[in-house]
């Protein structure tokens, strides 16, 4: 079983990850603005 590949899920934002916002390295987080924190694209 060496063909275990995990499609892609290609209608999740690729900015965020399918997060829908960023995490602030300072404190909080950051609506994603590419999917509108929808984390879809
Ligand atoms: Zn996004």
Redesign the pocket.
């Known amino acids: 079983m060496t063909n275990l590949r995990k499609p892609a899920n290609p209608s999740h ?1 690729p ?2 990850k ?3 916002y960023f995490q602030l390295r300072l404190g909080g987080s950051e609506t ?1 603005t ?2 509108q ?3 879809k694209k």
Request: hydrophobic share 10%; charged share 0%; with cysteine.
């Open positions: 934002c900015y965020c399918g997060n829908g994603c590419v999917c924190g929808s984390g």
